[in-house]
């Protein structure tokens, strides 16, 4: 069922909604439907998100059971765009919900010097075969292709960077405890 209704939702925002840039995915094209990150909180007001909003938060409350959605954006991007480390503020668990079936993701433990952990991540970027890469363990990281559908649930104790291939489409969604 959640498979649907992002699809559905996916389809309809690059049908009707014009993409915007964030700065945590530049040169890729984002399309935010909901944060609270910012004061006040957004709420897309394209009305087919009006009508789908609360099947999509009740479904995405299934994939984490979380009470509050805090942040939930469709990313595609394209062959120059990339994914800047996520996760340092990061209220509780952050998703990452893939729509294709490109793009690999790597995690990286925070030690608690955020500096140290958010450079170590920021040095991912440059990886372009990381599945030659043998010693994952060994530095404190994870790696794993994206899969369609498979949810990828990371706790705020992770920082993601996602190494896009043209044309990867995810869905960021950030909850909070409350």
């Known amino acids: 069922m959640i498979q649907e209704i992002l699809v559905e939702l996916s389809d309809n925002a690059l049908k009707f909604m014009a993409p915007q840039r964030s700065w945590q995915y530049?040169?890729?094209?984002?399309?935010?439907?909901?944060?609270l990150k910012q004061s006040p909180p957004y709420n897309c007001s394209a009305p087919f998100w009006?009508?789908?909003?609360n099947e999509v938060f009740t479904q995405l409350r299934t994939v984490v059971n979380k009470p509050t959605i805090f942040y939930l954006a469709l990313v595609k991007h394209t062959e120059k765009s990339l994914h800047l480390p996520s996760g340092t503020d990061t209220p509780s668990n952050h998703v990452y919900i893939p729509l294709t079936e490109s793009g690999s993701i790597i995690s990286t433990n925070?030690?608690?010097d955020d500096y140290k952990s958010f450079y170590s991540a920021s040095r991912d970027l440059g990886t372009h075969a990381p599945h030659l890469v043998q010693n994952w363990q060994e530095r404190d990281k994870r790696w794993k292709k994206l899969?369609?559908?498979?949810?990828?649930?990371?706790?705020?104790?992770?920082?993601?960077?996602?190494?896009?291939?043209p044309d990867t489409m995810y869905f960021h969604v950030e909850y909070r405890d409350d």
Do not use: C, H, M, W
């Open 26 to 35: 530049p040169r890729a094209d984002s399309y935010l439907f909901y944060s």
């Open 50 to 53: 009006r009508e789908a909003r």
């Open 110 to 112: 925070n030690s608690g």
């Open 147 to 165: 899969k369609k559908y498979d949810p990828i649930i990371v706790d705020n104790k992770q920082l993601i960077v996602i190494l896009p291939e």
